[in-house]
Structure formats: C-alpha cells, structure tokens
C-alpha cells in the first residue's frame, strides 16, 4: 500500500513519467522547504546562513522554476499539477512537504475518499 498523499497522484501513469517526476520533486530539494516555509517569520534560516535578501529572491525564483517544471511535466502527463500556484514558493513548500509525507492508510483514504485500489485519477482539463 502507497503511504504519500503523491502515489495517489501519479497513479497508473508509466513507470518513465513516474520516475521523472520524481526525479523533478528531488530538484526542487527538500532540504529548501523548511527553509521557503518560513516566510512569515522571515526567512531566519535563510538569514542564519548569511544570505540576504537578494539571495532569498534568488532562491525563490529557482524554487518557483522548479515547482513550474514538476507541474508542467505532470500537465504534459495529463494530469492536474501537483502545485496549485508555483508562484507562491511559501505555500508549495507546505504543498511539496504535504504530497511527501507518510500517511496511515486510514489518513489517506479520509482524504480521497476511497482506498488507493480504488482511487481514479483526475484527468487534467488545461489551464486550471
């Protein structure tokens, strides 16, 4: 049983597409989440590391290609994009972190509304 809230999301697509959208969620470093997912206190991480605030913008900006490239290979896949607004860096972080984490199979079938077995993927419609 898939235990991320992403298995849902990528199901039945090729093992190729999978894997490449894998491989584009771990360019968009997880390790930059916590970071981008203290905007509102004021990037304190990112301050403690000596960088400023054209390198905080420097680093939103690739986040935000990064989080534009995993939706836009998951559009080319048909499917809705996994980040409702890859501008936001702030709230695709929660959304990256989200997708990511373990659930309880009870957790995950709250949320869906069915067991994975059962889950049919949304089809992407364009522009969403």
């Not at 490449?20 to 509102?40: D, Q, S």
């Not at 986040?63 to 995993?70: E, G, I, K, Q």
């Not at 501008?87 to 957790?107: F, G, I, W």
Request: hydrophobic share 35%; with cysteine.
């Amino acid at each position: 049983m898939n235990e991320r809230p992403i298995d849902f999301y990528i199901k039945g697509l090729p093992f190729d597409d999978r894997q490449e959208i894998f491989k584009r969620m771990e360019a968009c470093l997880a390790g930059k989440m916590r970071k981008l997912m203290e905007k509102p206190i004021g990037y304190p991480i990112f301050h403690s590391l000596g960088c400023g605030e054209e390198e905080i913008a420097r680093q939103e900006a690739k986040s935000t290609a990064r989080f534009r490239a995993v939706n836009e290979y998951i559009h080319a896949c048909g499917r809705p994009g996994l980040f409702s607004d890859p501008e936001d860096t702030y709230r695709s972080a929660k959304e990256y972190v989200d997708l990511l984490t373990k659930m309880p199979k009870e957790a995950l079938q709250e949320r869906f509304g069915c067991t994975w077995e059962d889950y049919v993927p949304e089809v992407w419609q364009g522009d969403e």
